[in-house]
């Protein structure tokens, strides 16, 4: 299966700072997804990223708050821009499509646990 | 509205116990129903995806099921190894992501 590095691990940052998160696969992938995951809570959907073109985000999420890139098909970034403690959480970048592997299921990276303080 | 739940939210085993899991869903176009394991401080890991009801996939100890509503992931004489967050996730017909529920954490006693 597709394997996934994320960057960083994990960071503790201050509030009205912005991060930016990493993910790069090892092979080249159609669908690209960037989930966060709230304390307690399960995963859900910030945006999908998509290649040559604006990413697609879902409802609750924006683009001024969440800037994504994605410049090839392999290689995508996350930004939480002007965080607050509510941005406290795993955020999670996740690949699917041909060739990763994984019986028509997707592939996570292992998360940034942020902590905004 | 699509919605993923599961039950129950936590489960505590002794090594040897078997159990099952539930994941109920409503999604309108099932394309793919996804289990997943995730410990501590990690991303999920892929477990099994069903399309149709009635098929079933195994991985060791583990079973997955379907149903037109639910499905289930039964655990066979469970060891401590095998605690765990198992997390569901279904895939709607006309969208590429997943939809998750909540997850049961499971802990496995020796």
């Known amino acids: 299966s597709a394997v996934i590095s994320q960057k960083p691990s994990r960071d503790i940052c201050q509030r009205g700072t912005s991060l930016t998160i990493q993910c790069q696969v090892d092979?080249?992938?159609?669908?690209m997804f960037w989930y966060r995951q709230q304390p307690g809570q399960s995963l859900t959907l910030i945006a999908t990223a998509n290649q040559g073109s604006e990413a697609t985000y879902e409802s609750g999420f924006v683009i001024d708050k969440f800037p994504i890139s994605r410049p090839n098909l392999t290689f995508s970034t996350l930004t939480v821009s002007n965080m607050s403690p509510e941005d406290s959480s795993i955020y999670l970048c996740?690949?699917?499509?041909?060739?990763?592997?994984?019986?028509?299921?997707?592939?996570f990276g292992s998360g940034t646990r942020l902590t905004v303080v | 509205e699509d919605q993923v739940t599961q039950s129950p939210e936590a489960l505590r085993l002794q090594e040897g116990e078997s159990s099952s899991l539930n994941c109920s869903y409503t999604v309108s176009g099932l394309r793919g129903l996804f289990w997943y394991r995730q410990d501590p401080g990690k991303g999920p890991e892929f477990l099994f995806t069903l399309y149709s009801a009635g098929e079933e996939k195994e991985k060791e100890r583990l079973k997955a099921t379907l149903t037109k509503k639910e499905s289930f992931l039964h655990i066979t004489a469970p060891k401590p190894e095998d605690s765990a967050t198992y997390l569901c996730?279904?895939?709607?017909?006309?969208?590429?992501?997943?939809?998750f529920g909540k997850g049961t954490k499971l802990s496995v006693k020796p």
């Open positions: 092979s080249q992938v159609t669908m």
């Open positions: 996730a279904v895939q709607r017909g006309s969208q590429g992501n997943l939809i």
């Open positions: 996740s690949v699917g499509g041909v060739g990763t592997g994984t019986a028509g299921g997707y592939t």
